[in-house]
């Protein structure tokens, strides 16, 4: 058994100490969109740092815990507080939560994220639908230690976002009135926002909004064997697109105010879908 995969399962029998819900549906939450988590009947949770050697969240904006719950029959759980690889973490612990997400049971994953706009056409507030990634600026997950236990050493990432359920979410936001863009993100390491010579690069890359997040994780994902499906809040224009000097309050604050119009939609879209 690999190192990693022990590690898993030791913080796995830890949440079981809590709950032994098997969830439907995984959903990371960017910053901002903490709320969704009203949206859970009878809430359990489970905090990073209760559970002994799990990496915390050392974001602010970010709680840092496992939270299980339902939205109608789905069983689901919510990873409020993602970690990133600018807090200084090896990729394995950036993305162990999704991994324990899947070895709990869940077999769908929802990422959200506050992203800045790199294509001209989108404003803050916008909602992108992610159908592609950029993820060379950022280590692989899967490099190191073969995790065996999780999938296949070389995994293909030509669908990384499962299109199907991508489409159904599209279908749930236009039945509610909402518009969602469709476009590709591109992860930086941060945590200082990208420079407008690396924003125009992006750009000729194909990419539409960028931000910290979200890559390595759909890897993860990906090569454990979920069904991914990547949700982008645009919180800002990219920095050579903005007038003034970026924020992350003001980031946090835009993609809060976005919060009831994302939960309305994954809420129908879970209640909507089988998993």
Do not use: W
Request: hydrophobic residues 40%; negative net charge; glycine residues 8%.
């Amino acid at each position: 058994m690999s190192q990693e995969y022990k590690k898993l399962e030791g913080y796995i029998e830890s949440i079981r100490e809590k709950t032994d819900m098997i969830p439907d549906v995984a959903v990371v939450l960017g910053s901002g969109l903490d709320a969704f988590v009203d949206s859970l009947e009878n809430p359990v949770e489970r905090g990073y740092r209760k559970i002994p050697e799990h990496p915390v969240c050392t974001n602010a904006a970010h709680r840092g815990r496992y939270v299980f719950g339902t939205i109608d029959d789905t069983n689901v759980v919510v990873l409020q507080g993602r970690l990133h690889y600018y807090e200084g973490y090896d990729m394995n612990d950036v993305v162990a939560p999704v991994r324990v997400a899947r070895m709990l049971g869940a077999k769908t994953l929802i990422i959200t994220n506050a992203a800045g706009a790199i294509n001209v056409h989108y404003d803050a507030g916008t909602i992108m639908a992610i159908t592609d990634q950029i993820s060379s600026f950022v280590p692989s997950p899967l490099a190191g230690e073969d995790v065996t236990e999780l999938g296949t050493r070389f995994p293909d990432m030509t669908y990384i976002y499962d299109k199907e359920l991508t489409d159904n979410l599209i279908k749930t936001a236009g039945s509610l009135q909402y518009k969602i863009e469709s476009g590709v993100y591109i992860q930086a390491c941060g945590p200082n926002y990208e420079s407008p010579a690396e924003i125009r690069a992006f750009r000729t890359m194909g990419a539409d909004a960028v931000g910290m997040s979200t890559t390595a994780e759909a890897i993860a994902a990906k090569h454990c064997g979920f069904r991914t499906i990547g949700l982008s809040c645009i919180a800002n224009k990219a920095a050579d697109m903005n007038i003034g000097p970026l924020n992350d309050d003001e980031v946090v604050a835009t993609v809060a105010s976005m919060s009831d119009k994302v939960n309305e939609i994954l809420v129908k879209f879970i209640k909507e879908n089988d998993f």
